[in-house]
């Protein structure tokens, strides 16, 4: 401590006191720490009756309501080891001694004093043994989190309005880790990154409450990706397949189509048994509230949670929201649930992390991105998994989006989650206006633990899309100069064409298994070559009505059993060329 004359001590009260007051405060600081002492005073009117006073890290709680809460601790401490006799006697003798030893106690262990505040973050003074990552409470009662444990302070990241806290408020802990409300009941709802209501609908009871860190799944605890978790998008479930408890990245510029594909993915879900989180981070609330609407509409709110950190809010709660959304798709996975989780986006959440880190004066690294970035995700991501059956079965699937910058994938961010996802979905600006929606470049897109999970039937009907592909993609580029093509080559080229368009899909359309099956089916049998290619998109509609209407124990049989065999391939690729030779008659 310095070594000036006099030390300044403040006391808060709501009326200022009297000289005869003041005398005797200044005396009892005197005596109690024996040095001589000025007292302030600061006017406050949240304290209704008595006051505070503050020395340093210490604080003589006086008001009505420190000394009701700390009484009310001591009764309840007092009646939790008493042991109650018929007549209750010694009950009351015991609270008795506990009312008669009671006195105002402050400990620096316990409780600090805030000494700077600003953009949602604190630095506090005292709060010896507070830990990092612990819960610390606030004299307005806003939360916040410990993040920065120094030698002689303490940074504290606020979740809540940083209005009512001053330079020398107090800040108390809690002893718990934060976490989050959970339970069945968030379904269909929409909740800040606290778990509290933001959907207006009323109060949420929850069955439990996590915390919102929480150690990934160990090996031992895990078993391989074996199932899928279809997209109903046939440029993604027939060559980048996703599996239940895999991690599969969405990335590419803005406006690109990629929320387009995560709420695609939830509106497939519908009636099978998964549940759906969507963790917006840094989005525009008009955004969520659009998202949140297309849901009810499709029906799939009410297997869905919403965990919204807007634009609007603060960095600290834009950080913790992809933990506090994993730590509730956490609670159904471990009941043995599918739960599919979207963290929208995470080039956003490094964004707010780099904010926070920079207010809380850490060093900042590559990008201006503090050291652990990296450690940000990757903790994140690893709690995606495919439980094994001994602990129920759950999985938790991941849909993390990156924004990139004029398709640049090498940039810091996106290098970093790439590196910890089983895949990526590249999404590419100029497919996009061109009209090839969903955007998906063929060639860079890849999904690595998916193929195990396909279904049988779409693994079939798929077959060499891919190549196909490629080759069209090749011969593209090398015939675009040459007028005289040969035939083959022609024919190669408006495949390849057709194939493509195939691949195009309206948003909020996903196909049902056996409708993707049926398309690729016959379009890798080349049957659709005779249509033009403007005309494709009405003929899938026609032909995959058709079908519906014509065959429907087939499309039944295929949609169920996951399985189709080669006399099923044959009499589908018959039956699509009479669909084609009724189009062709009816519409050319
Ligand atoms: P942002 O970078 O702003 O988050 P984004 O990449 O998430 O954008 P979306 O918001 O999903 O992109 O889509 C951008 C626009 O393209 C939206 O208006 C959306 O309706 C439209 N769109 C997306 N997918 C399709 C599709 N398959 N067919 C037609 N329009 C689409
Ligand atoms: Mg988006």
Not at 148 to 173: N, Q, Y
Not at 260 to 284: P, R
Not at 517 to 524: H, R
Request: aromatic share 8%; with cysteine.
């Amino acid at each position: 401590m310095e070594m000036t004359d006099k030390n300044v001590a403040f006391l808060y009260s709501s009326v200022c006191p009297d000289d005869r007051q003041k005398e005797g405060f200044v005396e009892f600081l005197e005596k109690k720490y024996n040095k001589p002492f000025e007292l302030e005073w600061v006017e406050d009117q949240n304290i209704l009756k008595g006051f505070k006073l503050v020395v340093d890290d210490e604080v003589y709680d006086w008001t009505l309501e420190g000394r009701y809460q700390q009484f009310k601790d001591m009764i309840e401490n007092a009646t939790g080891k008493a042991h109650i006799t018929d007549d209750g006697s010694q009950y009351i003798s015991t609270m008795k001694t506990s009312v008669d030893d009671w006195s105002v106690k402050v400990s620096p262990e316990e409780e600090g004093v805030v000494k700077t505040v600003g953009d949602g973050i604190v630095t506090a003074s005292g709060l010896d043994s507070a830990q990092y990552g612990e819960v610390v409470l606030f004299e307005s009662g806003v939360k916040g989190m410990v993040q920065d444990l120094r030698p002689d302070e303490l940074g504290i990241i606020l979740f809540g309005s940083d209005k009512e806290i001053t330079e020398g408020s107090r800040v108390r802990r809690t002893k718990k880790t934060a976490g989050i409300p959970v339970g069945d009941n968030f379904l269909g709802r929409v909740v800040d990154a606290l778990g509290n209501p933001i959907d207006g609908l009323g109060e949420i009871e929850a069955d439990d409450y996590r915390p919102v860190e929480t150690p990934a799944p160990g090996i031992l605890d895990r078993q391989p990706v074996n199932e899928p978790m279809n997209t109903g998008l046939l440029a993604i479930d027939s060559m980048f397949p996703i599996g239940r408890g895999q991690r599969e990245l969405i990335i590419g510029d803005r406006q690109t189509g990629k929320t387009a594909i995560a709420l695609d993915t939830m509106l497939n879900q519908k009636g099978k048994d998964v549940i759906c989180i969507y963790v917006a981070i840094g989005q525009k609330a008009s955004s969520i509230a659009h998202l949140v609407g297309t849901l009810r509409k499709n029906d799939a709110m009410k297997y869905t949670i919403i965990v919204a950190a807007t634009a609007s809010d603060s960095a600290p709660l834009q950080y913790i929201s992809p933990y506090a959304g994993t730590a509730m798709g956490e609670y159904f996975m471990n009941k043995g649930k599918d739960v599919l989780i979207v963290y929208d986006d995470l080039s956003k959440h490094a964004i707010a992390y780099r904010a926070m880190s920079l207010l809380l004066e850490r060093s900042p690294g590559r990008e201006a991105y503090p050291g652990d970035v990296f450690y940000l995700h990757s903790r994140l991501l690893e709690r995606s998994a495919h439980l094994s059956s001994e602990k129920g079965g759950g999985s938790l699937t991941a849909l993390p989006i990156v924004e990139t910058q004029a398709g640049d994938v090498s940039a810091y961010i996106p290098t970093n989650i790439i590196s910890i996802t089983d895949g990526q979905i590249f999404l590419e600006s100029d497919l996009f206006f061109s009209g090839q929606r969903p955007a998906v470049n063929v060639g860079l897109s890849v999904s690595r633990v998916g193929g195990a999970a396909q279904t049988k039937a779409m693994k079939k009907a798929a077959g060499s899309i891919r190549l196909d592909l490629a080759q069209y993609r090749e011969m593209e580029v090398f015939t675009q100069f040459s007028s005289d093509l040969d035939d083959a080559t022609k024919r190669q080229l408006t495949y390849g064409q057709g194939l493509m368009r195939l691949l195009r899909q309206n948003q909020n359309n996903p196909l049902k298994l056996y409708e993707q099956v049926i398309t690729l089916v016959s379009a890798t049998a080349g049957i659709m070559i005779e249509i033009p290619i403007e005309k494709i998109t009405e003929f899938r509609k026609f032909m995959l009505e058709s079908f519906a209407s014509d065959e429907a124990a087939l499309c039944r049989r295929i949609e169920e059993t996951g399985k189709f065999s080669d006399d099923d391939k044959d009499y589908i690729i018959e039956k699509a060329k009479g669909y084609v030779d009724t189009f062709i008659k009816k519409n050319l």
